[in-house]
């Protein structure tokens, strides 16, 4: 089964209104990420977390993460309509391959102008 | 800045066809991956590889095999091709020491297999 399953599946919004995803594990990890799809191309980096870190920003990202609950929320402030696209959890467990991620199914986020 | 490069972006092939599928990153890259994506099932890792002519199965590896010749060239071989096979393919990389941290990932190869 999947290590990380995002909520919701998708998500429509308003232009300048804030954007929450929230991602679920199941196993210890080393770190947790979020990555951007647009529609038909390949995933970008946005930001990482570790497992000793609750909160980290980047511009308009923020992103908490809650160990003891195993989740994760991702919340994007100020949307712009060009922030349409999947966003996809991942994460790098503490045990095992170093090397690899486990992704989620993504939600689907709409900004409407 | 990183680039990674899917010699495809759209492919149609038929069922029993051998099909490679290759990926080239310019960065030096010890860690290559080959993932899948199927909608409502997200990202899932056939293969990967982190060093030359090395290679580790992932978590759906059947019906597929890999190749690592070099360094910056990592190709995902469908042997016989299905049409369950029909999907968006992906290839990333990231450096050995960050293993651990962000892949930066090709523009995805759209496979049919009619």
């Known amino acids: 089964s999947q290590q990380g399953e995002e909520d919701p599946q998708a998500l429509s919004i308003q232009e300048g209104e804030n954007a929450t995803m929230n991602c679920s594990y199941k196993t210890s990890i080393n770190n947790l990420q979020w990555y951007r799809q647009n529609s038909g191309r390949g995933l970008v980096h946005l930001i990482l977390?570790?497992?000793?870190?609750r909160e980290k920003h980047s511009g308009r990202l923020r992103v908490t993460l809650d160990t003891s609950k195993k989740s994760s929320s991702l919340l994007i402030t100020a949307s712009r309509a060009a922030d349409t696209a999947s966003y996809f959890c991942a994460t790098a467990l503490s045990s095992g391959s170093a090397r690899q991620l486990t992704f989620g199914s993504g939600t689907q986020l709409t900004v409407l102008p | 800045d990183v680039k990674v490069t899917q010699s495809s972006r759209y492919l149609v092939k038929r069922t029993g066809e051998k099909v490679f599928l290759e990926c080239v990153q310019d960065m030096d890259h010890e860690n290559m991956f080959w993932y899948r994506q199927d909608p409502g099932l997200g990202l899932r890792l056939i293969y990967f590889?982190?060093?030359?002519?090395?290679?580790e199965k992932g978590d759906i590896p059947e019906g597929y095999s890999v190749s690592r010749e070099k360094k910056e060239r990592f190709s995902l071989i469908l042997e016989s091709a299905s049409t369950n096979q029909t999907s968006m393919y992906l290839c990333?990389?990231?450096?050995?020491?960050?293993?651990?941290?962000?892949?930066?990932f090709g523009p995805g190869t759209r496979l049919t297999v009619t």
């Open positions: 990333a990389s990231s450096p050995r020491d960050r293993g651990f941290y962000e892949q930066y």
């Open positions: 977390i570790r497992s000793n870190e």
């Open positions: 590889s982190y060093d030359v002519k090395m290679k």
